[in-house]
């Protein structure tokens, strides 16, 4: 659930931070909180909720055995179990946003744990439904879909049952499964209490004086230090604490991979991954090609390597020199600069996307600053159909921050535009599109910045964004999908993964992206921890789908700037699909196939593009930007 909740989350500290918690002793402006009274107006009212949506499992069990007797039987099945679906997601989500707010509040913890029993018992009450309507048969299901037009929202949904015939086991097996479900889970939420909310973090004192506390905000807001001191002896001491829990959080990870394995293998899959792709009916070549074509363009991420050394004044690259900025900026984005400077950048995508975006920006569908204990990151979730979608950040007034605003108020406006034409039970997309639209909103935000900077350093900033978002979505994401690959074909092949293992085999693959053996990026042993803090990995194979999304999103806004109109058309068109077919036909029908390698050369391209103007910038001192 937490996977179809939370869309985008960003990495654990992918943002630099710099918010001192001084909310926390001050009254936060309402404003810049979310509304959660919109879901439910008070606690009890949550729970009258929840107790109703447990009251409706014995009806969906005695449906058992009624799916094959009538069209209208199937309807009314299907129809029960969406409404109680579409319940229970409303449920949800209060929970965990609540919870989210801070994650020490036992209270609110336990509410997502009785709000994961709850779909643990929705599993196991509609367990039963997979293999009867198997056994029932194609043939007759699809003459059931003809017979009634009230199966039309429903019709996706069947095939795709009927599609997994071969990963469906009998009645009693998947019911046994579905006595297990919540227990899967367990990994990914033990790592997110030690993450978030167990590890005693170190202080530190910077060249200037200030003392930090290396936690997820503290270290994401040194590593970026111009200091070079200072964000290594962040990187010393973030990577050094996690150090510490390696041998914890390895078998955390390796029950979490254990348990995947055995749930393929119990499904007749030939891995993790075929279970992944196929759970989307998405090609294999897409995955391979893009682990490909990422390695042959490495020569291209270490040319930026290089530049940044060249920026930086740095003669030979380390690792903690990733992420400072290559040239300053001295501006403030304000959440209500944030909010406009994105709807200024939006207006390419015409009239009513401007106006339905400034309309819920306006709402309180945001929580926006960080706290103590806030889950750290962003994210957007979408799923409680009936309100609209919420959205965290942790917003500190910086470009990193303006450009995560435009990320997941993409997220937020494919699924307004998804609503409008689609139901309840095809409004919810698949994750190989929904990182679609936040890429190429940060695209479209990148390009209206630096169209309209004012100096060269300023272009000079916004051009090393782009690059650095490049970077941190393509290449970098890639990486993390080869080590999760790396890890799961261990598993399958009986290797045992300790937290040791686990960091030499994050290392090999770090290394071999930056160059480190041709000294390109130098990366000490510590940093090989890294894999640590990466939630992602518990989402299983999730993270070639940021990689692949950049790619799309990159391909979609340049036929936006191409073709104009008819561009913004069939942009708007593939967020209205929703979910209503399956992932990667709705994108080829946008255009762009993701199992060939040219739309994956075409984002190298672009950013050999980008090194190239900002060499001439650099070169050339004569040249001047126009007034603005």
Same mark, same amino acid.
């Given at each position: ?27 936060? %402006? ?9 879901? =439910? ?45 579409? !319940? ?30 709850? =779909? ?25 879909? #003809?017979? %009634? ?48 909310? %167990? ?8 060249? /200037? ?20 001191? /200072? ?64 390695? #042959? ?30 040239? *300053?900026? /001295? ?44 889950? *750290? ?7 409680? &159909? ?12 910086? &470009? ?39 890429? *190429? ?56 993964? *300790? ?25 000490? @042993?510590? &940093? ?43 942009? !708007? ?19 762009? @196939? ?35």
């Amino acid at each position: 659930m937490r996977r179809i909740l939370l869309v985008a989350t960003a990495l654990v500290a992918a943002l630099p931070l710099s918010h001192t918690f001084a909310q926390e002793e001050a009254t936060v %402006d309402p404003r810049y909180t979310w509304d959660l009274t919109e879901l =439910f107006p008070t606690v009890e009212a949550w729970e009258e909720a929840r107790e109703e949506v447990l009251a409706e499992f014995e009806a969906i069990e005695a449906r058992r055995g009624t799916l094959g007797d009538s069209a209208d039987s199937l309807y009314r099945t299907y129809r029960h179990v969406s409404d109680t679906l579409r !319940k229970s997601y409303r449920v949800y989500v209060y929970a965990s946003l609540n919870s989210d707010e801070d994650l020490r509040v036992s209270e609110t913890q336990e509410r997502v744990q009785l709000a994961d029993i709850m =779909f643990a018992q929705f599993n196991e009450a509609t367990a039963w439904m997979q293999p009867e309507l198997i056994e029932v048969g194609r043939e007759v299901i699809e003459s059931y879909i #003809k017979e %009634d037009e009230r199966l039309a929202p429903f019709a996706y949904q069947l095939d795709d049952s009927l599609r997994n015939a071969p990963h469906t086991l009998g009645m009693e097996a998947e019911q046994t499964l579905s006595y297990l479900s919540q227990t899967f889970g367990a990994p990914s939420n033990t790592y997110s209490l030690i993450a978030n909310s %167990d590890i005693p973090w170190p202080t530190i004192t910077l060249s /200037d004086g200030e003392e930090v506390t290396v936690d997820a905000q503290g270290y994401g807001r040194a590593r970026s230090s111009t200091n070079r001191d /200072d964000r290594k002896l962040a990187f010393d001491t973030y990577w050094g604490k996690w150090r510490e829990y390696r041998n914890s959080v390895g078998m955390v990870l390796n029950s979490h991979i254990q348990t995947q394995v055995g749930l393929a293998k119990a499904r007749n899959y030939d891995s993790v991954l075929h279970r992944e792709l196929h759970q989307d009916n998405l090609p294999a070549a897409v995955y391979h090609t893009l682990v490909e074509e990422v390695n #042959k363009a490495l020569p291209t991420l270490h040319r930026y390597f290089r530049l940044r050394g060249r920026m930086l004044g740095v003669e030979q690259m380390h690792y903690y020199d990733i992420y400072p900025p290559l040239v *300053s900026l /001295d501006k403030e984005f304000d959440i209500e600069t944030s909010k406009q400077i994105t709807l200024e950048a939006m207006s390419v995508l015409g009239e009513d996307w401007v106006e339905m975006q400034k309309a819920a920006m306006d709402e309180r569908w945001m929580h926006v600053y960080p706290q103590r204990g806030k889950q *750290s990151g962003a994210y957007m979730a979408g799923i409680a &159909y009936d309100v609209h979608p919420y959205v965290l950040l942790n917003h500190n007034d910086n &470009y990193a921050s303006l450009s995560t605003l435009a990320h997941e108020w993409g997220h937020a406006m494919h699924t307004l535009y998804a609503r409008q034409e689609q139901p309840f039970e095809t409004a919810g997309y698949a994750t190989f599109i929904a990182e679609i639209p936040s890429t *190429s909103l940060e695209l479209i935000l990148q390009d209206y910045m630096q169209k309209n900077a004012e100096t060269i350093d300023e272009k000079l900033f916004y051009l090393g964004h782009a690059l650095e978002g490049m970077r941190g979505t393509f290449f970098r994401q890639t990486m993390f999908a080869e080590f999760e690959l790396a890890l799961y074909e261990a598993a399958e092949r009986g290797e045992a993964l *300790s937290g040791d293992r686990i960091s030499e085999i994050y290392g090999e693959i770090l290394r071999r992206y930056h160059g480190h053996d041709e000294g390109i990026v130098i990366i000490d @042993d510590l &940093y090989t921890n890294e894999w640590m803090f990466i939630q992602h990995f518990y989402y299983n194979m999730y993270v070639f789908q940021y990689s692949t999304s950049k790619t799309a999103g990159t391909a979609l806004y340049s036929k936006i700037v191409s073709e104009g109109e008819a561009g913004v058309e069939n942009y !708007k068109n593939l967020l209205r699909a929703g979910g209503s077919n399956y992932p990667y036909l709705l994108l080829v029908e946008a255009g762009v @196939d993701l199992a060939k390698p040219e739309p994956y050369q075409a984002i190298i391209a672009k950013m050999n593009a980008i090194m190239d103007e900002m060499e001439r910038l650099l070169d050339d001192p004569s040249i001047q930007l126009s007034a603005r």
